[in-house]
């Protein structure tokens, strides 16, 4: 990974639907554009929020294990397209 990420977010010891529930909430406030690095020691965790990016028009980047640690580079997306996909263009 050449770019360096702009905020790291600590998800070690979470599992499961936590890992993604804990990065929702944390990447909220952040503006879109963000490249956010993901850090767990889920096993499934490459699996888990690459499969969260794709529900939520979020991009993963690269997924790269180091040892037991997934270190997982996001860019943070509006989702609005996404949203738009699943409920249609009306109001």
Not at 16 to 23: D, K, M, P, R
Not at 58 to 79: D, M, P, Y
Request: glycine residues 6%.
């Amino acid at each position: 990974m050449t770019e360096t990420a702009q905020t790291r977010i600590d998800l070690t010891g979470k599992r499961c639907v936590l890992v993604t529930a804990a990065l929702s909430e944390a990447i909220a406030s952040l503006p879109r554009g963000t490249l956010i690095e993901a850090i767990s020691d889920d096993p499934v965790a490459h699996i888990l929020v690459k499969r969260w990016c794709k529900d939520t028009g979020n991009e993963l980047v690269t997924a790269e294990k180091q040892g037991n640690v997934w270190h997982l580079f996001i860019r943070k997306s509006s989702g609005l397209d996404n949203c738009k996909s699943i409920i249609g263009d009306e109001p």
